[in-house]
Structures are given as C-alpha cells and as structure tokens.
C-alpha cells in the first residue's frame, strides 16, 4: 500500500466501504505488522491482508522498477491476486507509470488494444463523462485515438447501460476545419467507425456542460485539460477561502467575485502596434477591462513598434 | 463596432473607460448614426466618431472576409487608423481570424516574428501570468514556439519592467523526460536561447500558483488549456449559484462543497480487469471514491475480463 499518505488514507477509507457496502470483501496488500497496526482492534472477517515485503517507490523510474524485480511488491502482488480470481478488481494510490506496465505484464490486455489507457470522471452539469487518454499516452497516432474511443465507449456501456455513449474528439473549436493535424486526420477514423456514436469535436469548455459522455484525447493533451481543471478548482477554492476568512464576506459576495468579465483582452503579440481582442460575448465590463489592458501596453510602446526600438 | 453584444458593450464601456483615464481620447469605428444614437447626448470632446460602412460577420472564414474586400469595414478602418498613427492602439471584440490576419496585412510584423500570437492574462496566487499561443498557430514547430517565448517576455518587461520574466513551457510533467516530441525539442531551444529567462516545463495545474509570468504553448494545447479553466470557473460558479438559490447555504458550505476529494480514481482501460489509479495524494475520503469507482466496474464485468465476454 503506497501513496503520498500509505496507510493513513487506504486503511480509513477501507473500513469505510466494508460499512458503506455489506458484500463487499477486501484484501488489503502490504506490511502485515503495519496494517494490524493501523487497523487497530478490527478484526472483520471480510478483511483479508496479504502480507508482501516491498513497496514500488513513488518517484521510481519504471525501468528502474522492472529492472529491480518488483514481484514482492505490494503492487504486483495486488496484480497477482486479480490474474488469479482472487479479487475482482485492484485500487492503488501508488506509482502510476509502474502500474500501468505491471498491470499490462501482469493481466494482460483485451485483444485489439495495445497499451492501458487512464480515464477519469469529470462531472458535468447532467452528471459526469469520461475523458482519456490522460497521460498514459503521449504521442499517439490517429488509431490510438480510435481505441480510446472504444474503450470510452465499452466503460460508459458499463456504467449507465441505459443510454448509448455519445463519444466527442477534443479540439479547439468545434467545426471540422478546427483542429491539429492529428485529430483532424482522427476525426475521419471516428466518423467512419460504426462501434462508437461519434458527435464530433468539443471544446475544453464545454465538457462540463455535459454534451457529451466520452471525450477523447491524446494523453499530452488529455492530462494538461484535466489539470487546468483541477488546478482552477484548487485556485478558486483558496481564493474564496481568503476572501471568506478576511472578512467572513456572505456566499452572495464569493459569487459575484467568480465574474468571469474581471478577465478579458487577449493581446495579439509580434505585430507593430497595440492590438487588443476582447471576448466576442464580454459585457460592457469585460470589454472596459479590454480597454484598460490596452492602455497598459501603450504606455510603454517600445515592443509594440518599429519605431519604439 | 462588432462582437456578439455589439454597441450595447462597447458604447457603455468606452464612456466608463472615458471617466476613468482623464487623458484618454477614444476613436469610435461603425456606423455613424447608430453610435450617435447610443451614445445619447454625450459631446464628449475625447470622442471622435469614425464611420464605416460595413462589419466583418463573427463568424465568416477569413478567405471570404479576404475576397469580398473588407477595406470599408470597421476592423479594417481601425488597423488603418492605427498604421497612420491617428490611434495608438486598437481594440476589437470581432472576428478573431479576421483581426490576426487583417491586422498582420496592416500594421505588419516586427521583425523576426512571422505570424501574431493570442496572448491572455491568466490570474494567479500573486498576480497574473501570459499565456500563449491561445488558438492563433494549431500547428506550432519548436522555433516557433521559441518566438513565443521571446513575444511573451517581452510582453512581460511592458507590463512588469521591474522583474525578468520567469518563461515556462506547458508540459504534461515537470521532469525533462515528460512532454510529447514537439515540447522536449522546444525546451531545448528555450534552454539554450539567451533572450530568455527559461524555468523548464511547467504542469496545467500549476499555471495558477504564480511559478511562471510566461506559460508557453502551441495554439491547441493553450486553447484547449484556457478553454478548460473558463469552462471550469464557469461550472463551478453555477453549481455554487445553484446550491445558494437552493436553499440560501453559506459561504462555508459551497466552499465544502468544492472538495477535490469528491471527484478521484482513474480507470487503466483496455486490461483484462478492473484497476483503479487513486491520486497519489489523495486522503481517506478519496480513496473511498476510488474503491467506489472500482466497484462500480465490477457489477458489470463484461468489458474487464475476457472471461465475460
């Protein structure tokens, strides 16, 4: 059991859902004479530990790992177990990299799919979708593109069977012309495929809003969309809690500081003078804040023209 | 005068811009009779009023705006104004494609520099960073990426001439090995160029803490990186309007609500079984959600094991 926190957010969190879910059985896998510490006097028979030596550290390179015979780990043993039906399913909090290629060595990949790919919720405005690759593959081909459109697909059947999954190819706008050359040309290979109900590209904006199920990406891209969210979550979440803190200021107020107008005017750089492109839907404050970054630049004209040099 | 709102921003903001920078003098373009008409009885002596004849649609394909000729239309008016150095700067909330390719024509590039780049300002934990491109170069080699390095710095000496531009490249990992082809070949570049002040890769979730005063990227990844913070301050804001609507809760409780921990757990796909990756640093309540995430699978184990196929 790794992780940034090892025992002290597993072992909670396990006891937790052998109360929340009355069928289920755990194996807990890891340093026997640490996890019976830890969990204290329990001694709920659901909960079997697996004693294993070793722990994949978790900044190891993977080839380090592979190098050093990882099979007394913790991780390969929980990977181990799943081979042999012991346990349905594996949770780890530990090295992502090594994980991805012990659990590819050790289960096996289903026929038609080359690599493991990392797919995560993201919640919406009508529930959650599923967006991959998230870094597990950076530089992928058109046709990985398309595998991960169907293993979107096969998970999104998994979870809501009601409902066919509408899969959706991220870019940077919406008509066909948009895009790079990579998901333009993946664009083609989905629109062709009966296996999955493509409707076409979506914008990072609009994941949220829930128009579509499954949203695909090449992990590069995939992992920076995914962190920008988090990371504006995690900057709002500080922000709101200063401002909150300060002054104990109303919810009303945490709102209205939430105004999106409060940034707007993106500067056209290189050219020889003062451009400034205000959002096309800014209200009248937006489109003043466009004004006041404009006047910011003029002040100081001697990047702006040829003639300032 | 375009931009989806047209006058009613832009009218409103200029006056208020007007009273709020004594010495400013502002050059209205569009159609004459309908400024007037919007500006009421306004005589502001700062104002000059320029007439055009035409506007370039929001949402036309830059060749169309090329071929029929787009001279007599406000954009085009106003880059005029500012070649002939009658304004010293120009902001527009119009078409985009347009302005960039409408704006390089007229004024043109500074030397060293062969297309314009979109930059914003990005708020952060000590202030504000630029990011660019936004969406003006899709497909962007390393050199150019270089120049964006170079446009961005000296954006920042503008804005900030106190301190040296700490330059950032936007990467899916901070250790050199991280990043697809085009970024590790970029970083080398940026590391070798003296023009620069480079501080190495820079994570999407990071942009926000205040490491960097310039995050350099291609115009797909920056698109689809600011795309997705909009996206998420937007959802947040009305998730959080809609639970204050509710029931008139606190400013406490909406900010339990933004708990990152609700939300974790990714899927490795496309293996012979169920595996769940919780987040490193996730604590008990979000590793809780990982195990939940897993068990979800698991009731349905059709697509994770070739066994239920």
Known sequence: ????????????????????????????VGNRAEIQQ???????????????????????????????????????????LLKQGVVSGVVSAGNT???????????????????????????TTTGECHMLDLGANVDSRPARLLEFAMMGTALARTLRPQTPARVALLSNGSEASKGNRQVRRARKLLESSPLINFCGFIEADQIQQGQADVVVCDGFTGNIALKAMEGTGRYLREQLQSLQAGSGVSSAKLLRWMNPNRYNGAFLLGLNGVVV??????????????????????????????AGE
Do not use: W, Y
């Open 1 to 28: 059991m790794s992780g940034d926190h090892g025992l002290r957010s597993s072992i909670p969190a396990s006891l937790k859902a052998l109360r929340e879910f009355p069928r289920l059985r755990l194996h807990l």
């Open 38 to 80: 830890a969990l204290d006097a329990d001694d709920d028979q659901r909960l079997t530990i697996e004693h294993s030596d070793s722990v994949i550290p978790m900044a190891a390179n993977v080839r380090t790992v592979l190098r050093s015979r990882p099979l007394g780990s913790s991780m390969a043993k929980s990977l181990d």
């Open 97 to 123: 990299a090594a994980l991805m290629t012990l659990a590819k060595r050790s289960v096996g990949m289903r026929p038609g799919f080359s690599r493991p790919a990392l797919c995560s919720a993201v919640p």
């Open 277 to 306: 492109k205000s959002h096309g839907g800014s209200d009248a404050e937006g489109f003043l804040t466009a004004i006041r970054q404009a006047l910011q630049c003029m002040k100081n004209p001697g990047m702006f023209s040829s």
